[in-house]
């Protein structure tokens, strides 16, 4: 633990919501200010955050930048910090934000100041969630974050956007609602809400029994699994992505999805990592049928939106397989891909956007032939796709194949099977391209849409440059992110071996890359010291 | 030692010229586009003299020479199975033949291009894309490992995407890029689980320590025989997609709708052959799986067979080509699978050369017709483009195998180890040398029709003109070398020493099973004007004359014969026309199921069937309960009363069995 007081992640979280007080002091029909206060707000914002890089100790595991206060009671504390699986999540949504910030200048006319309003207390929500240690804390921003989106859907969304918005937040609230009554339940075994005293009180003085571990195990995984969302439960996604307005799907696939992956890697593995175990060949298996089915599906919309939606279902599947194969290189892979994903399906609702905000619709079948008229857009829409479908050096190859890697050590089968999604991805990503661009111009008045404007090859080409260097320059990411992962690993492991869990398995169990072949060659490595 | 010091310079170049050309192209006049674009492929090549130059004064035990740049990849460093990939890449006699076949002519069909691109529209766009190309090509054959092989190998993959869709306002050109990109993509899955399994058998994929390791692995046991048959298996099934072997050929036939030096550069001299040399670079690891070696054979032999069929038929000049390519492709790995990794690698070469003349004599006729590329209608245009002709001439006596050019020293050395050589099988050498005569028979087929006889277009409104200087100069540099670019290994035919095959060896016998002895060439105390005769007046040869004498009865003797040989023949006729109706095969089987179980069972009966039927379901019926619920607020005092006291009982119960969970 640090022993110097820091007071930077405070800053970093709340520091959006002060930016709101300043808005709320502007008239609500001055919209050039508002947006420029929202904008310059959510930058000061990143340039913040990156302080913490600077700070970052990556050779340390533990949290840092811990902050500690007694907030309500004597159980209830004000307890923050970060490690390499939360440092990156931090800094993508204070990279996003922005961004998204820029992509609604023009399509949001209407009640602009509570937009940016609900856009800027999100950050802070999603921030919160990433640097809570205590689960109280944890839980009021994980559902704070609900609030402002159901409004960003509910207000400023499309044609269904009432539908949609009730949809997210009843399948939401169903999970939270199980993972407050797990949360409490640990509190009345632990007396406290705070996560490293848990996690430390569960593995050694206090066990759990193997039904109640599996109870809480599925109480918390469910509420992550809808965020994520994981198939069978992924329904409420197309929907609310395809009625959101643009700034929400962006930060909506780009951030929110990843605090389902995020809460089963700081909670459900830590926590509970003999039911982890028990039920990763389970989850293993829908991670793939996710992978599988959300390809798919995406293959045969003809909503863009839509297909872009049902594509995080598939590359979300990557990032849940690579959790639960329990191994450094797979974890680590997951938490890469978390980033790539939010950056480049961020930019792919940001290009959906962008031809919404020229034509109101979403059908495909409206488009065709646009690269004649818009051909620099187009060129950064394929970019994007590309990186989205993995092509190497591009950021999305390096999480997969990270995953891949690691998850074959442990899983031959499930491996080969999740590769099967850089073949379907490709398909639904070059189809739906070649529907989109590429042919004569089909509709009329296609023929004379507007390219890119600066604002918009601006934020494309930031996120096109951010795919581009994570793709070449991945162990500055991976590096700062692997003594966490290692750690998490290592902790399972020893709770694993104890005696009594041991024993209930009749055999130890040996988590981590297992020599799969045998070969020579691995024996041989291992052998050495 | 600078070059070999500074490999990365080799990538470098032509990367910022696609980039300079992309980024700002548009602004351009063609004359600056040009320069950059040739310039830097230019300076890649002289790059690479240079490295080659170097690479010479290098010692054996210096070689393979490596030179590890930065980290790409690194997880899990601190476990014990630590995975880290460095962007390292590796000179050695293998990679020095492929950078100077790769660079020489792709600067000679970028040459070419400027000419034959001018009056086309996105000139910028397409010389970016091409220099795209040369980066991840040099790439992939520069690789120290096979993750940056694979980084070349998709990139390639893309540019093949983006070329063959140029003209992306045709319908066609788009469909196929896409069929492309999505055909080699299903040979990458298996690609991939490849260098998965690869991985952990090896625990690296640096090719060295690959090689290291799978030397040390006993063959003769189950259990590593089956590893390195199933490495070798998969890895061969992504060449299968990149070099359009069968079953995974259909894409290339299409892909002729990018414009010709696309076709020349990427679907014929360069991408395509990525897949052979991936087998001959990963030979130590073929080399102990006789299965997977075995499948090599047999894929490529019956590919040169079958589109060598298919190519008999059709009329489009670049269709008859591109069925030659896979054919010719196919005898690449016939070489390989028979172990003679050299001859495939030589064939490889000469191929480059006078396939890739083909493809630009090609573009040359249809540059000159204004478009016209039904062989149907040209003819008679042997005076009226005479540099076009006596080219495409010459690379066609290469690719028959005619003696003294190109590809009779080639295709003979692979033929020759089918049947004599380490993994020689005696069929094998029989369709082979059928298929030549069949190569031989459409590729004279295609002069005939092209330049001899009567002119069948109309005379009056096609000006027939030769193509400019900067088209026909590449023409000849490539046919002087489709003659002379096999004659590094003529000495053998007298018994001396194959140069190509003895400058190859160190990569193929420093990890091989068992020592290969050099194989003595012709029979001893035979004199040398006897072996000359012997090997040249081989079976394949007598085939190869076979053929053109036959292509010359039907096309120029009796030019009615073939119409009513297809009429006798109707039934074989009309497969080969429909290429044996592979491509209708494959749309009902497998695309059309794909396309309706995901939008008729997936999409709608179990996301907007069952799951949402459940979702909302359960909200009609909350909101129904809810109704219930309602009834209980009555405005009774005693029925609140009553319900007080259940829920009191009610929630006590509920505590007690808590906390006997709790305490339990």
């Known amino acids: ?529 | 030692m600078f070059m070999l010091d500074h490999i990365w310079i080799i990538l470098l170049l032509p990367i910022l010229g696609a980039a300079i050309n992309g980024l700002f192209g548009k602004r351009f006049p063609k004359a600056a586009v040009n320069s950059v674009a040739v310039g830097s492929v230019a300076l890649t090549f002289i790059a690479v003299c240079e490295l080659v130059r170097e690479f010479w004064s290098l010692p054996a035990g210096a070689i393979p020479w490596i030179r590890s740049y930065y980290t790409w990849m690194a997880a899990g460093e601190m476990t014990e199975h630590p995975f880290r990939i460095d962007f390292a890449l590796q000179v050695d006699q293998l990679t020095v033949i492929m950078l100077l076949t790769v660079s020489l002519v792709g600067l000679l069909i970028h040459i070419y291009s400027t000419g034959y691109m001018e009056h086309e529209g996105g000139y910028y766009r397409f010389f970016a894309y091409m220099n795209l190309f040369m980066f991840f090509m040099l790439t992939l054959v520069t690789g120290a490992n096979l993750a940056v092989l694979f980084v070349g190998w998709e990139g390639v993959g893309l540019c093949s995407y983006l070329l063959i869709g140029f003209w992306f306002r045709k319908k066609s050109a788009a469909d196929a890029g896409k069929k492309a990109f999505i055909t080699t993509r299903l040979g990458d899955l298996a690609f991939m689980v490849g260098i998965l399994l690869a991985f952990w058998t090896f625990g690296s994929l640096t090719y060295s320590n690959m090689f290291a390791q799978a030397s040390r692995m006993q063959p003769d046991t189950m259990a590593h025989a089956g590893v390195l048959t199933a490495i070798a298996v998969l890895l061969f099934v992504g060449a299968i997609g990149k070099s359009a072997q069968l079953p995974l050929y259909v894409w290339l036939p299409d892909a002729m709708e990018g414009p010709t030096p696309v076709s020349a550069l990427i679907h014929a001299a360069t991408m395509v052959t990525a897949g052979v040399y991936m087998v001959a670079r990963m030979n130590p690891v073929f080399s102990r799986a006789p299965i997977a070696m075995y499948l090599v054979a047999v894929v490529g032999c019956i590919t040169a067979l079958f589109a060598a069929t298919i190519a008999l038929t059709q009329n489009d000049i670049k269709k008859v080509l591109a069925y030659s390519t896979i054919s010719q492709l196919g005898y690449m790995f016939l070489g390989c699978g028979v172990g003679a990794y050299a001859a495939g690698i030589f064939h490889l070469m000469t191929h480059a050369f006078f396939k890739g003349l083909l493809f630009l004599t090609a573009g040359s006729v249809i540059h000159a017709l204004g478009g016209e590329q039904d062989m149907t209608k040209m003819g008679g245009l042997r005076k009226k483009i005479p540099v076009t002709y006596w080219t495409m001439l010459i690379a066609t006596l290469a690719i028959a195998g005619i003696p003294g050019f190109a590809g009779f020293f080639s295709k003979d050395e692979i033929l020759g180890a089918a049947k004599s050589g380490p993994h020689a099988s005696l069929w094998l050498w029989a369709v082979g040398v059928f298929a030549a005569g069949l190569t031989s028979f459409y590729m004279f087929r295609l002069i005939f029709l092209t330049f001899c006889g009567k002119p069948r277009f109309d005379e009056h409104h096609t000006h027939v003109h030769e193509s400019p200087r900067k088209m026909t100069i590449p023409l000849m540099i490539l046919a002087f070398l489709s003659i002379f670019g096999g004659w590094v290994a003529a000495p053998k035919l007298v018994g001396g020493i194959d140069y190509f095959d003895r400058f190859l060896q160190p990569v193929f016998t420093a990890y091989a099973p068992t020592q290969v002895v050099s194989e003595a060439s012709g029979a001893p105390g035979v004199s040398a004007g006897v072996q000359l005769l012997l090997a040249i007046v081989g079976i394949p040869v007598i085939l190869a004359v076979i053929g053109l004498l036959v292509a010359w009865w039907f096309y120029i003797k009796n030019p009615n014969a073939p119409k009513k040989l297809a009429r006798q023949l109707h039934g074989a006729y009309v497969l080969l026309w429909n290429k044996y109706f592979v491509d209708e095969i494959y749309l009902v089987l497998f695309i059309r199921p794909l396309l309706w179980i995901s939008r008729n069972v997936l999409w709608k009966v179990v996301d907007a069937g069952a799951i949402d039927g459940v979702v909302n379901g359960t909200a009609t019926a909350a909101r129904e309960s809810g109704g219930i619920a309602r009834e209980l607020q009555s405005g009774n005092t005693r029925s609140y009363a009553a319900w007080v006291v259940v829920g009191a009982v009610g929630f006590t119960m509920l505590l007690l069995a808590f906390l006997g969970l709790a305490v339990r």
């Not at chain 1, 001055?30 to 959510?42: K, L, M, P």
């Open chain 1, 1 to 529: 633990m640090h022993a110097q007081a820091s007071y930077l992640l405070t800053v970093v979280t709340f520091l959006p919501l002060f930016s709101v007080a300043a808005l709320l002091v502007l008239r609500s029909d001055d919209h050039v200010w508002i947006r420029r206060i929202a904008f310059a707000a959510s930058v000061g914002e990143f340039a913040v955050s990156l302080l913490l890089l600077r700070g970052f100790d990556s050779t340390d595991a533990s949290y840092q930048f811990q902050e500690f206060y007694n907030w309500i009671g004597p159980s209830i504390h004000y307890h923050m910090g970060i490690d390499g699986i939360s440092l990156f999540l931090v800094l993508l949504t204070t990279f996003l934000t922005p961004l998204a910030i820029l992509c609604s200048w023009k399509s949001i006319q209407h009640n602009v100041k509570g937009f940016f309003i609900s856009l800027l207390v999100i950050e802070t929500a999603m921030i919160g969630v990433f640097v809570s240690l205590d689960l109280f804390l944890f839980f009021v921003f994980w559902e704070i974050t609900l609030v402002p989106m159901y409004f960003l859907i509910g207000i400023w969304g499309h044609e269904r956007r009432i539908y949609a918005a009730v949809k997210f937040i009843l399948y939401t609230m169903f999970g939270s609602i199980l993972m407050l009554v797990a949360i409490l339940w640990l509190y009345h075994l632990t007396g406290t809400f705070d996560l490293p005293v848990i996690e430390n009180i569960l593995a050694n003085s206090a066990p759990l029994s193997p039904t109640v571990e599996l109870v809480l195990f599925g109480a918390f995984f469910l509420a992550f699994a809808i965020k994520v969302p994981l198939f069978p439960l992924h329904t409420w996604l197309p929907d609310a992505h395809t009625d959101a307005p643009t700034a929400g799907s962006v930060i909506l696939a780009g951030v929110m999805l990843k605090l389902g992956t995020y809460g089963m890697l700081r909670f459900c593995l830590p926590l509970f990592p003999a039911a982890a175990h028990k039920l990763a060949p389970m989850i293993g298996v829908l991670a793939i049928i996710g992978i599988v089915y959300g390809a798919l599906v995406a293959t045969v919309q003809h909503d863009l939106k839509r297909l872009v939606a049902y594509t995080s279902v598939s590359h979300l599947g990557f990032v849940v397989l690579g959790i639960f194969a329990f191994n450094a290189v797979a974890m680590q892979g997951a938490i890469y891909q978390m980033l790539n994903h939010g950056v480049s399906t961020g930019a792919l609702f940001i290009v959906v956007g962008m031809l919404y905000d020229r034509r109101h619709t979403h059908e495909i079948s409206e488009f065709g032939g646009l690269a004649t008229p818009m051909p620099v857009l187009m060129a950064l829409f394929i970019f994007i796709a590309l990186s989205s479908l993995a092509l190497p050096p591009l950021n999305g190859f390096i999480g997969e194949f990270l995953i891949l890697i690691g998850t074959f050590a442990t899983h031959h089968a499930w491996a080969s099977w999740a590769a099967s999604g850089a073949v379907l991805s490709a398909i639904y990503l070059l189809w739906a391209y070649q529907r989109v661009a590429l042919g004569e111009v089909t509709v009329e008045k296609n023929r004379a849409l507007p390219d890119a404007s600066g604002r918009e090859r601006f934020i494309l080409g930031t996120l096109a440059v951010v795919i581009l260097f994570m793709g070449i320059a991945s162990p500055y990411f991976t590096r700062p992110m692997e003594p966490a992962a290692d750690a998490l690993l290592q902790q399972m492991n020893n709770q694993l071996q104890r005696p009594q869990n041991a024993m209930r398995r009749g055999v130890p169990v040996k988590i981590g890359p297992h020599a799969v072949v045998l070969p020579a060659a691995l024996a041989e490595r291992q052998a050495r010291p």
